[in-house]
């Protein structure tokens, strides 16, 4: 009798497991190419993403021809333990489209391009309250992606710095400080420079200095480590 229940429980398990396979393979979508706006939908096949499994504007801005969205594509990820999708943010704006975050396409290019950071709505510092209060995600991606570019104008960079203590991280300090912009920029070390508590004490200190030599010689000294290096997973 014992040995029967368990067998029972056993094929319950299987069974469970098995239609939980089931539904994770099919997944969401796939997602009508033909849906997606003309620019994103050429962007998704250059980029082989196949099939599309979901699509969602997080930020509109249609006087600037300017889409932030999240796009998610592929095959099922990591199953049976817990599927998920490939998805990450990216950027439309005036036919140009590129990530913004890497989200778990590492080695992929197509990011937006640099060099049209400077007259991006990215480099807007009233972006950042444009964009929804509850999704921290898209946030950081973006403050990560704009930290990441020696493009970056000084007024983003400093809008960044002025939030780090509210929405900071420990990469996106560690980029901002390697930022070119920011050596030269009292604002932003000035910012750094308040940031209290334990989580910050090396950086504050780091941007102490700092603010002292750009008042001295001019120049500040670069803390170890390269941007490039530290940025490779958000540029082509």
Known sequence: MVHLQKRRQLTVT???????????????????LDELPDPIQSFALDQGLNPIRG????????????????????????CPSGCFFASTFAVSERGLVGWIS???NRHSSGFFPSEALPSSRMSDPNIFDLLPPDNQRVRSA???????QDTAPEAVLARIADDLLEFGSPFLVQVLIRNPTTLTSSAI???????EGPPWAFVAAWAHRA??????????TPPEGDLDAMCWHLRN
Do not use: H, K, M
Request: aromatic share 12%.
């Open 14 to 32: 299987v069974v469970a497991g098995l239609l939980a396979v089931v539904a994770c393979e099919a997944g969401p979508g796939p997602f009508d």
């Open 55 to 78: 699509y969602s504007v997080v930020l509109s801005l249609p006087a600037s021809d300017f889409e932030l969205f999240w796009l998610s594509w592929g095959e099922p990820l990591d």
């Open 102 to 104: 890497d989200g778990v």
């Open 142 to 148: 973006l403050s990560g992606f704009v930290a990441c």
């Open 189 to 195: 070390l000035g910012s750094i420079a308040n940031l």
């Open 211 to 220: 603010l002292f030599q750009l008042e001295d010689t001019g120049q500040v």
